[in-house]
């Protein structure tokens, strides 16, 4: 994903953190995911296996879209963090908007 295009992603992420719309951490992610609530995942490419493991196959069967290509130091400083495996999105609307700009690019 372009540098821009990124930045400007991450920063709708960080926004929706504050307004409780993302769920940070593998853990989070999956029972978002378990109970319906998610509707865009982040899993970064330089995550561990283990954790991949435990939410791509989830997130696959629930039908959850993943964004990849961004590497866990830049999720983790989207959100506050050092680094992180996995953000969902638990917004419709948020997650429509972020889709919506990834998929401009893709094209």
Known sequence: MEAAVLQRVLRLVGLGLR?????VGVER???AALRGRLWLAFVASDASK??????VPLLQAKG???VDGVEMAELGQAVGREATAVIGIVDAQLAKGIRGIVDAVRV
């Open 19 to 23: 307004g409780r719309l993302v769920v």
């Open 29 to 31: 992610v999956r029972e």
């Open 50 to 55: 283990h954790s991949v493991n435990k939410v």
């Open 64 to 66: 959850v879209r993943m």
